[in-house]
């Protein structure tokens, strides 16, 4: 069975099965004749960039899933779950016959990937805004000149834009800001649940251990063009709402060898005068337990050192037992010095009191290893860490005093772990469910620890809720933190903004103020509604209900995503 584009759509191509929209025989007829470019040539044409790089150069890897059960023997463990009681109430989909087979791991024919439009000319003026930290009844014209911030003025009836002049911006009362980022986001298993391709993996019970299971049957499906097919979904999603920046996780392992890795830096590349992609290549599959142990360890430590590749990840809770789960955070570590990466660790997924957190055996090596100096500029970031929201006041000073000045930032991952934390037994009636993600803001304020949250999964059996855009995270987190004031909504915003970007080692700031010098990328946000009607005054306003509306400049360039093929306009 193929499926195939029956519209398209700024942010995301609409699938559907064939004889909806055209007869069986037209949709032959299409298919041979791209065929028939493909294998002609005819298919590029001038000026384009040719067959894409990822399948020229995909590495052949191992797709069986012979290991799912003994990986999921070990995740099981770090979650404190019995493996036969969970899967017994799990139905796995079979494919009887090898054309049932061919349907499952067929893949799904697209057009060219969605356009990324840079403006020609850069902007040298914005006019009539407003600012982070300013007086919300005035509004300010700014000023650029290779990307910097040169002046910012008070806005006057007199200060107005020429017509059709593409070096100015009218503001039109909109918010200027520091762009988006996604500190923590899977790029290669979004939009599972969405996409028909694997329309037979959906969830039914809603626990950790069915996520993982749909997850691992969708990985030995993965394709070449499945996973760019939804990196770019994602991908373009993410930069229409201000994202200019982001960390993405691509998984390497026996199931998957390299094909995560591979759609990764071809979406790196592909995007790159439109968001900065940070690849972490990232070890879901367990390092030291299981019979794919060496060779998952092996291929990590390959994809490590490929050029593109930013970030080294790992998993530790995965393992069979807790001597494994130390070893797997040593080796961890150990790459990333060697290799001189980032680090980053999906820690402490439960929330077990009676379990020590394994944050302190990874506190303890950074520091024995000396990590600070021998690391330098690299940083350190703590995904999910949930067991750590049942600390009292006297551990989290404690924690603290450990880490000394390690550059370490706790990342929580709300609609995660909302979805899959907490869940209350059959026999308490849903009394009790603890919100069960980091405490950012009293973790930063009270406790004076680095930590932002972000949006993690999208789409699929872990998340089924949510979207790409971190704005929206930041509204829902009002109610997650029970985060209301003014100053609440300053710091929502940096947590998806400039905090972000600190975690991942791509900024320098925390302030939201736009001020002179300043350079980095901008999200001009529209004050209006849609109906003409109210406006959004004040940045608060913004956070409790994000307009959709929004400009996002790069380097001075005018970012706008359209669909066709991606292109990259040089400056002349």
């Not at 308490?428 to 069960?436: A, D, I, K, M």
């Amino acid at each position: 069975m193929k499926w195939y584009l029956q519209e398209k759509d700024p942010h995301r191509e609409f699938l559907t099965r064939p004889n909806q929209t055209k007869t069986r025989e037209e949709h032959t007829k299409q298919l041979q004749q791209l065929k028939s470019k493909t294998a002609t040539g005819d298919s590029t044409k001038k000026g384009d960039r040719g067959p894409d790089p990822f399948s020229l150069s995909l590495i052949k890897s191992v797709t069986s899933g012979q290991n799912s059960s003994k990986v999921a023997k070990a995740v099981y463990y770090g979650h404190g779950i019995e493996l036969k009681e969970e899967m017994s109430s799990v139905q796995f989909p079979r494919a009887d016959t090898p054309e049932d087979n061919a349907k499952l791991t067929s893949d799904v024919h697209i057009d060219e990937p969605s356009e990324v439009h840079i403006s020609e000319k850069k902007i040298t003026k914005i006019l009539n805004i407003k600012l982070a930290y300013r007086d919300p009844d005035k509004t300010w014209d700014i000023s650029l000149k290779n990307d910097t911030v040169t002046s910012i003025d008070p806005h006057t009836s007199r200060s107005h834009a020429p017509i059709a002049n593409p070096e100015i911006l009218n503001g039109d009362k909109g918010f200027l800001l520091p762009s988006l980022c996604h500190p923590h986001i899977h790029l290669d298993k979004c939009f599972l649940l969405s996409d028909p391709k694997y329309s037979d993996l959906f969830i039914q019970k809603g626990d950790f251990a069915e996520a993982l299971s749909l997850t691992s049957q969708a990985k030995a499906r993965f394709t070449p063009n499945d996973l760019l097919r939804r990196g770019r979904w994602l991908v373009k999603e993410s930069v229409a709402a201000g994202v200019t920046c982001m960390r993405a996780f691509v998984e390497i392992d026996a199931t998957v060898g390299f094909k995560c890795l591979e759609a990764g830096l071809t979406l790196k590349e592909q995007y790159r005068d439109a968001c900065h992609i940070q690849i972490c290549a990232f070890a879901q599959d367990p390092i030291f337990s299981g019979e794919s142990a060496a060779e998952n360890s092996n291929l990590m430590e390959q994809a490590v050192q490929r050029e593109g590749v930013d970030v080294i990840g790992s998993t530790p809770y995965v393992e069979a037992d807790e001597a494994r789960m130390r070893q797997n955070i040593h080796w961890a570590i150990v790459i990333a010095m060697k290799y001189e990466k980032h680090l980053d660790m999906h820690l402490d997924y439960n929330l077990d009191a009676s379990r020590e957190p394994i944050t302190y055996y990874v506190i303890d090596v950074l520091q024995k290893m000396d990590w600070k100096r021998k690391a330098r500029d690299k940083k350190i970031v703590l995904g999910h860490c949930t067991r750590l929201t049942l600390f009292t006041s006297d551990q989290w000073y404690d924690l603290k005093r450990r880490m000394g000045d390690l550059p370490i930032s706790f990342v929580g991952l709300p609609t995660s772990d909302l979805f899959m934390m907490g869940r209350p037994t059959e026999d308490n009636s849903g009394g009790e469910r603890p919100r069960g993600t980091l405490q950012i803001p009293q973790m930063i304020n009270e406790f004076h620890l680095q930590g932002t949250f972000g949006v993690n999964n999208v789409g699929n059996a872990f998340t089924p809720q949510g979207c790409c855009d971190s704005l929206s995270l930041a509204s829902m987190c009002v109610g997650v933190y029970q985060a209301g004031s003014k100053r609440d909504a300053e710091t929502l915003y940096e947590y998806v903004s400039t905090r972000a970007k600190l975690a991942i080692g791509y900024g320098d700031q925390c302030a939201l103020d736009v001020k002179e010098g300043d350079k980095g990328d901008l999200v001009l946000v529209s004050a209006s509604a849609y109906n003409g009607g109210r406006l959004w005054d004040t940045l608060q306003d913004v956070i409790n209900d994000p307009p959709r509306d929004r400009s996002i400049l790069r380097w001075s360039h005018i970012v706008r995503i359209s669909t066709g093929k991606c292109t990259r306009i040089d400056e002349t």
